[in-house]
């Protein structure tokens, strides 16, 4: 089945600065990853998502990048704010299973 | 549309007890998903429902079972509470069957089993 990591496990950035999340998965044949924001006793938010026939998507201050080769995909956080603070979470589908692996979670602190 | 709503927010259970929690999704949508979350283990998969049916299931033990209603809502039940299913329990909907679908998490339930 598919496994995922995800590193760092905190981050903290000066306000305006970039942050930069990644996490690898196992499952080669994996071909839908998301990337969830949670904010202190708030329910998870999908931010952004990127499927396996795409290299890169970007919406606005965040961008998702995926390399199939390597099987790794990253989370891009520009120009951070304070309200950026939050646990990010990155995720991979257990090929066509309807089954989500997460990441173990990445605390981004933005420091104003 | 309203969001994927939870029920209760908050329980506190005793060991050995049994409880029931509840999940209506976003209208329209009829894949339902549970998780559990806890500090040190992130968002672990317990089970996925589809027009009623458990599509996939998680690492959990038979203690922990749900099913789908007609109208998509769905229920967990977890049998002979223990101290470790402290958590915050959380569903999330979709509305695409096929794979590689958006997945909307509800405001989860809080157990605390003491």
């Known amino acids: 089945g598919e496994n995922v990591e995800q590193h760092p496990s905190t981050l903290s950035v000066q306000e305006g600065d970039s942050a930069v999340i990644k996490c690898t998965y196992s499952d080669s044949a994996s071909n839908y990853f998301p990337w969830y924001k949670q904010e202190l006793g708030k329910r998870p938010q999908l931010i952004i998502d990127i499927r396996s026939n795409v290299g890169e998507k970007k919406d606005q201050r965040i961008a998702v990048t995926l390399n199939k080769t390597a099987k790794h995909f990253s989370l891009h956080i520009t120009e951070t704010q304070p309200e950026d603070s939050a646990v990010y979470f990155c995720a991979a589908e257990d090929s066509g299973t309807y089954k989500y692996i997460f990441g173990t979670g990445t605390r981004l602190k933005v420091l104003a | 549309k309203a969001g994927v709503t939870q029920t209760p927010r908050y329980l506190i259970k005793t060991r050995g007890q049994q409880v029931t929690l509840s999940c209506s999704p976003i209208?329209?949508?009829?894949?339902v998903s549970w998780y559990q979350q806890t500090p040190g283990q992130g968002l672990q998969f317990l089970f996925e429902?589809?027009?009623?049916?458990?599509?996939n299931k998680g690492n959990f033990p038979g203690r922990f079972s749900g099913r789908q209603f007609s109208n998509s809502r769905s229920e967990m039940n977890v049998s002979t509470l223990e101290l470790g299913d402290s958590a915050l329990y959380l569903c999330a909907s979709s509305l695409v069957a096929t794979s590689g679908y958006e997945q909307y998490f509800g405001p989860g339930t809080r157990l605390t089993v003491t």
């Open positions: 209208s329209g949508h009829r894949s």
């Open positions: 429902y589809f027009s009623e049916t458990q599509r």
